[in-house]
């Protein structure tokens, strides 16, 4: 498919912003309902390789007036207003913040940037739901890295630390993450200096309880939600494995029904006044048996496509809602879980061999008990037979690192 046929589609185009597998789940949705898919990325990842999908490089979103200038020049050139998702914050907040420019072409699939900030600025979130019985960690807010300092002694330790807006901060700082965990006073000083070496202080950081257990205590709902804060289709699982193994990125997890986290997601949507797709993370903690809030991403997650897993077209029925203006009765979840989800190959690698390369020998395991932690139906997230290219492209990236 070559996108100047998609330019002049007698129907609505899905858009894609992103290439990465949370992208691949997106396109290979809508390709089960012969929907062709345009990705823009400023740099070419596995699902620009998927058949169903064309993809067409933009410019970075961090360059903002390029970036919007591109888009508006683009959505000229459709018969239709393409309908557009975005993959991660990078794309999400340049393309809310200017929702007005952009909806002249485009059709928005996400709630507006006033919504937007609320749910990517943490501090913001914890703020909006405190008091609203919806279970939140401890946490204090600080504006600075002095202000951490002074309130050190207050701190609860052990804690994690994390800036109350995440975009690019890892980028800043690769070697610490978004994510840091402060074991004690020490800890806490020798991170400052880090980030004052780094010309990084006058950020606000959430200091948050750091609750006790692994990946497996995170749990996700993805939803989709309309413009009443109605839950139209949900999925909730948790996490089996990430990297880094302490506070990254899923490689595996499981399809898995609690009745719990759905009643406070559909508080949370409302309260947020939320719509559109969205994942919402919690962690089990085991010292008073409760789900504490972590964050809500308003955009698919990485793992979208384990909602595919369940039968349920999540990004079509998103084009439904939002194109053509059809809402569908609440699709239960309840008999279509213990379902695993997983970038096999990678998750095989982390666990066998990659962690303990990489300095997490804890989190290693043998191939027995690497097969133990997968049991279940399985849902591959990347290898397909009948759209093969996309591994072949994973292949060659984990090479080119190595």
């Not at 912003?17 to 390709?31: H, K, M, P, T, Y």
């Amino acid at each position: 498919m070559k996108i100047s046929n998609l330019y002049r589609s007698i129907q609505s185009v899905p858009i894609v912003f992103g290439s990465g597998i949370n992208a691949l789940g997106l396109v290979r949705s809508f390709g089960l309902d012969d929907k062709y898919v345009v990705i823009y990325d400023y740099r070419k990842d596995i699902a620009c390789c998927s058949k169903y999908a064309v993809w067409k490089q933009c410019p970075n979103p961090l360059d903002k007036d390029s970036f919007i200038t591109f888009l508006e020049s683009e959505g000229q050139k459709f018969h239709f207003k393409p309908f557009i998702l975005v993959t991660n914050d990078e794309w999400l907040i340049p393309i809310s913040k200017n929702e007005q420019r952009l909806s002249k072409y485009y059709i928005f699939s996400m709630s507006s940037w006033n919504v937007i900030e609320n749910c990517t600025i943490k501090k913001n979130l914890y703020h909006i739901l405190e008091g609203k019985n919806i279970t939140l960690p401890w946490y204090i807010v600080c504006s600075s890295i002095d202000e951490l300092l002074i309130r050190k002694l207050e701190i609860q330790y052990p804690v994690i630390i994390k800036p109350s807006v995440t975009i690019d901060f890892d980028k800043l700082l690769p070697s610490i993450g978004r994510n840091c965990e402060i074991h004690s006073v020490k800890d806490l000083e020798q991170y400052a200096q880090v980030l004052y070496s780094a010309g990084i202080s006058g950020v606000d950081f959430i200091v948050q309880e750091l609750i006790p257990g692994g990946a497996e205590n995170l749990y996700t709902i993805t939803t989709l939600s309309d413009k009443n804060g109605d839950i139209i289709a949900y999925s909730i699982g948790h996490k089996i494995r990430q990297f880094p193994p302490n506070a990254g990125t899923i490689v595996s997890g499981e399809v898995i029904y609690v009745e719990k986290l759905y009643d406070e997601v559909v508080q949370i949507i409302r309260e947020l006044k939320f719509f559109g797709i969205a994942n919402t993370e919690f962690k089990y903690d085991s010292r008073d048996q409760r789900y504490k809030l972590i964050e809500i991403n308003p955009r698919p997650g990485k793992w979208n496509s384990s909602v595919l897993a369940t039968g349920i077209n999540l990004p079509q029925l998103a084009y439904n809602l939002f194109v053509l203006h059809e809402k569908p009765s609440v699709i239960p979840i309840c008999n279509k879980c213990n379902i695993i989800w997983a970038d096999f190959f990678t998750d095989a690698y982390y666990a066998l061999f990659g962690y303990g390369r990489k300095g997490y020998k804890i989190y290693a395991m043998s191939l027995k008990e690497y097969i133990n932690s997968i049991k279940g139906k399985k849902y591959e997230a990347v290898f397909k037979w009948n759209d093969l290219k996309p591994f072949i492209r994973m292949l060659y990236n984990h090479l080119r690192r190595l």
